[in-house]
């Protein structure tokens, strides 16, 4: 018998029969069953614990501990679900179900939408198939093999997914009398699924297009130990509390109509008020860090988004339109302006660097099943700005843009996670360009002693970049600022500064932005301060309330006051219960409630309270107003 040699982590090297299981041989190693292995990683590839080994290599398990292993068990919970489906409603056909960072989802092809009442029955259905401790079995057979047993089953989803694959051989994975097109790995039994919860059920077009059929899709989730379910079910619970499509209703922030246009913004006057606080915020920042502030058109010729790039490499995400028979498109970046601006002179290298800023509103045709709330739009603004310098100030600018968005984050309260990411697939300019550019960046990140982690290909198509993620107080992970890095653009368009030499040099360009889109920023802001906004950006910041009618000359003179301070304030005298106005203050999640009876306006005083139900006793005007002013300084306290 053909023998092969397994490396083990320990650096310990056993011989076996060539074909043993994996799960077989790390039994062997660690003599006797491991605890909590999910999978294991042979010659650092990730394979199913029943897997042959055919050759030489190192072996090590997968433990329910690594991030992998989540992975895994949640892809394995998509097929379990599947399952359960196609025993409870055969009709169905299976479409995807892949592992996604919250849980897994599965997309089925069914007429009628699953009801919320349909989940808990295939929850009940799952449990009994994981007490069956069902094997899931790998098998492996030639494409065409498979395409005629989805075609047999009437399964056109899976047949057209195979029809897209170019490889000879496909993988499927069996469990009782399900079997499912994939790469695999996946857990070897269903006994090992135990912790999970179906969470929601909504619609979603095939192949995230909708000119598609419209699938049904279950979203769900799994953990290894229950308590690490119930802790993720109580944050689901807290982020649907916090969700900013319900939060902008109640709080008549911003609306999204089907008639306007799916992903088209509409801001009510409280949102469009919040906005205009953090784009004034902005504006300061920018101008206090030697930036310029410019303002660019919608719309620019055809001609120069070929020119730049973008006609060849971001089309379809663009709009068009023409105008006196010529083509036009409709800006998806900021760029283009900016780079116009800087031609119009000669530069010296004693101009250098120039940084333009805009609040620069862009058009992006995201396919309408990806739009979410404010999260994801067809129109937004982004705080945009193009650092043109010397290849000798590139560190010192990005380092510069680093210092900037770690003071940002501090202000809202952000900690956040940093990322590189390198030349994707399809791009432009030389690859030594791309190692420069890379190169800069990490060593930026370093001099700012901030520790990243690497997303390989993930690169914008003109440079690499240096992507953001901050961290809400549900600790989920939300993209903000970018740092770009284009050595391509100068050159497509003819940048140039004179040098000390007197001669024409290359310029290097950067896009980068701070809080990234306005609106994700937003969305991320109502939903982290669960709309009970801090009093610097509250936009109603303090509403007089009036007890009795007979103080109401008194409470519109408070009113105007407050505004004439430059206060945000509002008036309720309607003939209503304080009690009743107390509340729906609160509801709109008021930072002040200053309640005027018949004793407010006798002592010429005041009866501020918070929202969190504090009462402050009677104050005079120009003392509240003072705690207010100094509350209104970006980056005071959540609670006043
Ligand atoms: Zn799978
Ligand atoms: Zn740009």
Redesign the pocket.
């Known amino acids: 018998m053909e023998e092969i040699h397994i490396q083990f982590p320990d650096k310990a090297s056993l011989t076996f029969p060539k074909g043993i299981p994996a799960g077989e041989a790390l039994k062997v190693w660690g003599q006797g069953p491991l605890n909590g292995m999910v999978a294991a990683r042979f010659e650092g590839e990730l394979i199913d614990l029943p897997a042959k080994l055919m050759r030489d290599g190192e072996l090590r398990p997968l433990s329910e501990k690594e991030p992998e292993a989540l992975e895994i068990l949640r892809?394995s919970s998509a097929?379990l679900m599947a399952q359960a489906v196609k025993e409870l409603f055969p009709e169905v056909q299976i479409a995807i179900g892949p592992a996604i960072e919250q849980g897994f989802y599965y997309d089925f092809g069914k007429k009628e939408p699953f009801t919320p009442e349909d989940l808990p029955r295939i929850e009940e259905r799952m449990a009994s198939l994981s007490r069956q401790k069902i094997p899931m079995v790998r098998e492996e057979l030639p494409r065409q093999k498979a395409i005629d047993l989805f075609a047999s089953q009437g399964e056109s989803f899976k047949v057209a997914l195979l029809q897209d694959l170019e490889d000879p051989m496909v993988s499927l994975?069996r469990q009782g009398n399900f079997t499912?097109l994939?790469r695999?790995p996946?857990l070897a039994s269903t006994t090992q699924i135990r912790f999970f919860k179906l969470t929601q059920v909504a619609g979603a077009y095939w192949r995230g297009d909708e000119r598609n059929p419209m699938l049904q899709r279950i979203y769900g989730t799994a953990f290894f130990e229950k308590k690490a379910l119930e802790d993720h079910l109580h944050r689901l619970e807290e982020a649907r509390r916090r969700d900013h499509r319900r939060l902008g209703k109640d709080l008549d922030l911003f609306s999204l109509h089907d008639e306007v246009g799916p992903g088209l913004v509409i801001y009510h006057p409280k949102g469009a008020l919040l906005r205009t606080i953090l784009e004034d915020f902005e504006k300061k920042e920018h101008l206090k860090r030697g930036y310029e502030i410019v303002i660019g058109p919608q719309l620019l010729r055809a001609d120069l988004w070929k020119k730049s790039g973008h006609y060849e490499n971001y089309r379809e995400l663009m709009y068009f339109t023409e105008i006196d028979g010529q083509s036009y498109g409709i800006k998806p970046m900021n760029c283009l302006a900016h780079m116009i601006i800087y031609k119009s002179k000669i530069r010296s290298y004693r101009d250098l660097p120039k940084r333009y800023f805009e609040l620069g509103t862009v058009h992006r045709h995201e396919k309408s099943g990806v739009l979410h709330g404010l999260m994801r739009v067809r129109q937004f603004t982004q705080d945009d700005a193009h650092i043109i310098c010397t290849p000798d100030q590139l560190q010192d600018e990005i380092r510069g843009v680093l210092d900037f968005v770690a003071y940002v984050m501090k202000i809202f309260d952000f900690a956040f996670e940093v990322e590189i990411s390198t030349r994707p697939e399809k791009s432009i300019g030389s690859d030594e360009d791309w190692e420069r550019a890379t190169q800069a960046l990490s060593q930026a990140l370093e001099a700012n002693g901030l520790s990243f982690s690497i997303s390989e290909g993930e690169g914008a198509f003109y440079g690499p970049k240096i992507d953001i993620k901050l961290k809400d107080a549900l600790d989920r992970r939300w993209q903000c600022a970018t740092i770009q890095c284009d050595f391509t653009l100068p050159e497509r368009f003819d940048l140039h500064y004179i040098g000390p030499d007197g001669e024409r040099h290359r310029p290097v360009m950067i896009h980068r932005v701070i809080l990234g889109a306005l609106e994700r920023f937003l969305g991320v802001l109502i939903e982290h301060y669960a709309g009970a906004f801090p009093t610097w950006l509250a936009p109603v910041q303090a509403v007089v309330l009036s007890v009795t009618d007979r103080t109401l000359t008194y409470c519109r003179g408070v009113h105007q006051a407050l505004i004439q301070a430059g206060i945000r304030a509002d008036l309720d005298i309607r003939n209503e219960k304080l009690g009743l106005k107390v509340r729906e203050a609160q509801l709109q999640k008021i930072p002040y409630m200053i309640v005027i009876g018949d004793k407010e306006e006798e002592q010429q005083r005041i009866s501020p309270r918070t929202r969190t139900g504090e009462n402050l006793g009677l104050w005079t005007l120009p003392q509240f107003i003072d705690r207010v002013r100094e509350e209104s300084l970006p980056g005071k306290p959540a609670e006043p």
């Open positions: 892809h097929h994975y499912d994939c695999g996946h």
